[in-house]
């Protein structure tokens, strides 16, 4: 899918985590690289972070689904998406515990 986004011009290619050796650490280098020059340049830097670590929970898979069929992502793709997101729980396992 990823691939099929890039080849379509529908992901910039500067996105950090999803593409090949971009990180998020590489994205944290180049904001400091960013807002070291800005400070350097006497201009003032306002950084907001935002927490999506439960970012599956927060979209609505409805509207995630929709977008997808609109990127022409469909058929088994489009089904297995569907059937992950669908009552989607998550847990951890530490040893042989499961949380």
């Known amino acids: 899918m990823l691939s099929y986004f890039l080849s379509n011009g529908l992901i910039n290619k ?4 999803s ?7 590489t994205n ?3 904001c400091v690289s960013d807002w070291s020059l800005s400070l350097q340049n006497r201009h003032g830097v306002t950084v907001a972070y935002i927490d999506l670590a439960k970012a599956f929970d927060t979209v609505s898979h409805e ?6 069929q609109c990127y022409n992502i469909s058929g088994n793709l489009l089904r297995w998406l569907r059937n ?3 009552d989607l729980t998550h847990c951890t396992r530490v ?3 499961i949380i």
């Open 63 to 68: 509207k995630l689904l929709y977008r997808l």
């Open 84 to 86: 992950f997101l669908t």
């Open 14 to 17: 500067a996105q950090h985590g």
């Open 19 to 25: 593409l090949k050796g971009l990180s998020t650490t």
């Open 95 to 97: 040893g042989n515990c």
């Open 28 to 30: 944290l280098l180049h």
